[in-house]
């Protein structure tokens, strides 16, 4: 167990639709960053935050936006979803030198 | 363009066995290279950190090397068991930039 948590574990939502996935970071860790990885597709950065400011940005596109709260947790909104946008997305927390991730997201687009 | 390519995409091996995954990368300027095991469906973990000065670097069964001149990591995994079966990522850290560039993973299959 890395300690970040998601939620939810499955998403399934039609296109067009708006979902919001959340993660929690590990105890005490500032940063949190944004995975997505397609079927059989490398991982891809998308976003980092860092104590609720944004630090770095990857291949997010426009859809997507993200936030983090005072209290660390954070959260990645995609809009208007299309069939593509189908993959596991993971969030993780903890620095440049060492990252944990957690479980996953699964998000399916029917 | 910064790139980390690995070789084989996928690996069946027999338990017990040895085995040799490959790393290459474009990546400049370098910080560290890791290693990861991702488990199908779960969240990746690292195995090996290697910076810019290291060569070798063991954990348990698992040991990274680096090749600092020619950009080349291998990962070897010694007397292979069931639960290796997974992909194993190589990721690559630009120097003075806290993005993670990630190759696409060789799955691996141990066998009994």
């Known amino acids: 167990d890395s300690g970040v948590t998601q939620t939810p574990k499955h998403l399934i939502t039609a296109t067009g639709q708006r979902v919001t996935l959340r993660c929690s970071p590990r105890?005490?860790?500032?940063?949190v960053y944004w995975y997505q990885q397609s079927l059989d597709q490398g991982l891809q950065f998308l976003i980092q935050?860092?104590?609720?400011?944004?630090?770095a940005k990857g291949n997010i596109l426009e859809r997507f936006s993200a936030q983090q709260f005072p209290d660390l947790h954070s959260e990645l909104n995609l809009s208007s979803l299309e069939l593509g946008d189908s993959a596991l997305y993971f969030c993780?927390?903890?620095?440049?030198?060492?990252?944990?991730f957690g479980p996953g997201t699964r998000l399916t687009v029917t | 363009k910064n790139q980390v390519e690995q070789s084989p995409q996928s690996l069946i091996i027999l338990e017990g066995k040895n085995c040799t995954l490959q790393?290459?990368?474009?990546?400049?300027?370098?910080?560290?290279l890791r290693w990861y095991k991702q488990d199908t469906g779960r969240g990746p973990v690292s195995l090996t950190i290697?910076?810019?000065?290291?060569n070798t670097k063991s954990n348990g069964r698992y040991t990274a090397t680096l090749d600092a001149d020619t950009k080349q990591s291998s990962l070897h995994i010694t007397a292979s068991q069931l639960s290796d079966s997974a992909s194993y990522i190589c990721?690559?850290?630009?120097?003075?930039?806290?993005?993670?560039?990630f190759g696409t993973g060789t799955r691996l299959t141990i066998i009994p």
């Open positions: 993780a927390s903890g620095d440049p030198d060492e990252q944990y």
């Open positions: 790393c290459n990368y474009t990546v400049s300027p370098f910080s560290n």
């Open positions: 290697m910076t810019f000065s290291e």
């Open positions: 990721v690559v850290i630009i120097f003075g930039n806290e993005k993670l560039t």
């Open positions: 105890s005490g860790d500032l940063s």
């Open positions: 935050y860092y104590n609720g400011e944004e630090r």
